[in-house]
């Protein structure tokens, strides 16, 4: 089962690109790889997912080599209340049983200063 | 739409008494999952229902806590009795396919749980 690794915390300005890349070297075939965004007293709230190279929504965008083995998400520009927890996750589409699939970890806290 | 709908927001109970959480998931999605959120962590899955069967409830204390989703729709999740470790904030999400770990997760706002 993969199991991920984050930077603890990360620090930006107002307007600057924020990249939190995530290590995942025991991803599976299956694997898909999901980012989620936690602001104080709220719940995670979904941001992008990919499986391979690149996938951009409105919020961010999320690289992914050709080995899959990590994963960037790219928030562009961000503002003062880009300022959360980000958690990366991956899991296999197929798999019932939690094991890391559904493992949050402790995720980067991202601060942005004016 | 209404979201994830959770109650209490917020309980305080003193240690050995018994409490009940309460989720309305989004209408017509089909799993619904409760995780524990420690200060500091990430939140930690507990029991992840389809319909009505608990599919995953392999990190659930089974001595304590305990589980429903009756008639597929909304879930109360019970801890009987408390003990002061179990202080966190309890989440539940939605998603809206069967099967497999990866589809969009909808959370409440949680229920903020402290034990004395």
């Known amino acids: 089962l993969a199991k991920t690794t984050q930077p603890i915390s990360m620090d930006s300005y107002e307007g600057q690109e924020v990249n939190i890349t995530c290590s995942h070297n025991?991803?599976?075939?299956?694997?898909?790889i999901t980012w989620y965004q936690q602001f104080p007293s709220q719940g995670p709230r979904f941001i992008i997912q990919g499986y391979k190279t690149k996938v951009t929504n409105e919020v961010a965008s999320l690289f992914i080599p050709a080995d899959r083995k990590s994963s960037t998400l790219s928030l562009p520009r961000v503002s003062l209340s880009d300022t959360a927890v980000y958690y990366c996750l991956v899991g296999d589409i197929h798999q019932t049983n939690s094991g890391y699939a559904l493992n949050f970890g402790k995720g980067t806290s991202l601060l942005v200063t004016p | 739409e209404a979201g994830v709908v959770q109650s209490p927001r917020y309980k305080i109970i003193e240690k050995k008494q018994p409490v009940a959480f309460w989720c309305n998931p989004i209408s017509g999605h089909n799993t619904l999952y409760w995780y524990r959120q420690n200060l500091g962590q990430g939140p930690e899955l507990l029991i992840r229902y389809e319909n009505e069967e608990a599919v995953d409830d392999s990190q659930l204390p089974k001595d304590r806590f305990s589980a429903e989703r009756l008639k597929g729709v909304d879930s109360t999740l019970k801890i009987q009795p408390a003990e002061l470790g179990d202080s966190a904030v309890y989440l539940c999400?939605?998603?809206?396919?069967?099967?497999?770990?990866?589809?969009?997760?909808?959370f409440g706002p949680g229920t903020r749980l402290t034990v004395t």
């Open positions: 025991n991803i599976a075939t299956n694997d898909y």
């Open positions: 999400a939605s998603s809206l396919e069967l099967g497999g770990t990866t589809d969009e997760q909808y």
